[in-house]
């Protein structure tokens, strides 16, 4: 994932958080006095200097932005950054198919309005949007959505999906579930998605993947006090090289293989003789120091080959080519760790 993390805490990239997490987060910010229409202002200012960025706005005046605006914040946003766009001298046009909208997105549309910026209300106009627009903001659903998209917006965001049409969702793809990122209905194919505070456990979801093209992390500041107090009881759920690195156990200069660890690796037989190879490429990437590799005896030699590093121990095997006993010389209690079961198949007791 990429990420516009600057002179913040590097653990920001590990957190992953579901949308009642977002909420008690953002909650806490509140109830300490930013005011809902600064952090919105706030937000869409970095979702604009992102976007500029990702599409090399600043090089190409005059570019034609479709901005789709749902009914709440995420509308809101997408409303802050049409204004600055066309303000930049860009060709905007707003669609916005809903009838009701929290206040301050209302008053963003308002002020929108004002500036004379095209407002379509049906989304029979996004077809069209196909052909006469150069880039597409998705700024309907952000975290928090449970109801399926259906009916005539489920058709436009489906005409969308099948064109060359670049899309900038914010927050997350519309449609996409924010915990499971699970598709309700349908949903946005986005070609970059710009996640706001933190990651949302969509951005790991397997279903959702497809959706999210390139994902960005646009950090606004969220204080780190209040994100600790909400996740204080969770665990670190994504990996990154920085927080690999710190949990790896420290080797001294002077250290050898017999100092960091003896591995005896149960596996194979000559049905699964990949299964061996693989684990045992699997051992040494592992850093372990020392390891031994148990297989069928018809493997040895091939495996020898393969992990020059590495004892092959070859071991008596059954009719079938799997181990039926260990080398008497294989003493369990000298070794570190044992691991036993790739590629044995039944015959291996």
């Avoid at 516009?4 to 977002?22: G, I, N, S």
């Avoid at 930049?88 to 707003?94: K, Y």
């Avoid at 998605?193 to 500041?221: M, N, S």
């Avoid at 095997?317 to 044992?338: F, K, M, N, Q, T």
Wanted: proline share 5%; charged share 15%.
């Amino acid at each position: 994932m990429e990420t516009k993390l600057t002179h913040r805490p590097a653990q920001l990239e590990t957190y992953l958080v579901t949308a009642e997490q977002m909420q008690q987060i953002e909650s806490r910010v509140f109830a300490a006095g930013m005011p809902v229409a600064a952090l919105m202002e706030k937000v869409a200012e970095l979702i604009t200097q992102a976007l500029k960025q990702i599409l090399n706005l600043e090089g190409l005046p005059g570019s034609r932005i479709g901005v789709l605006v749902g009914p709440g914040h995420n509308g809101g946003d997408a409303l802050v950054v049409a204004r600055e766009l066309w303000l930049a001298g860009h060709e905007v046009v707003i669609c916005h198919p809903f009838s009701k909208r929290k206040p301050l997105t209302e008053r963003h549309g308002n002020y929108a309005r004002s500036l004379g910026i095209p407002w379509e209300t049906s989304v029979d106009a996004l077809a069209q949007w196909s052909q006469d627009c150069d880039y597409l903001i998705d700024g309907l659903f952000g975290f928090g959505l449970e109801r399926p998209i259906e009916g005539s917006l489920a058709a436009a965001i489906a005409t969308l999906n099948n064109t060359n049409l670049p899309i900038l969702s914010i927050d997350l793809p519309s449609g996409i579930h924010t915990d499971t990122g699970q598709i309700l209905g349908t949903a946005v194919k986005a070609t970059h998605t710009l996640c706001l505070g933190l990651w949302k456990r969509a951005f790991v979801q397997e279903t959702a993947l497809d959706y999210l093209g390139t994902p960005h992390l646009i950090d606004f500041g969220l204080p780190l006090a209040d994100i600790q107090a909400v996740l204080e009881a969770s665990q670190v759920q994504r990996l990154t090289p920085q927080t690999a690195r710190q949990r790896l156990p420290h080797r001294a200069a002077t250290a050898h293989k017999y100092t960091a660890g003896h591995l005896l690796l149960i596996a194979g037989s000559r049905q699964y003789a990949g299964a061996a190879l693989l684990a045992g490429l699997g051992a040494v990437a592992s850093g372990v120091g020392m390891l031994t590799l148990a297989a069928p005896e018809s493997l040895r030699l091939w495996l020898v080959g393969q992990l020059p590093g590495a004892l092959v121990v070859g071991c008596t095997e059954g009719d079938e080519g799997g181990i039926s006993a260990l080398p008497e010389d294989i003493h369990l209690d000298r070794y570190d760790v044992i691991a036993c079961g790739p590629g044995l198949t039944q015959q291996a007791k």
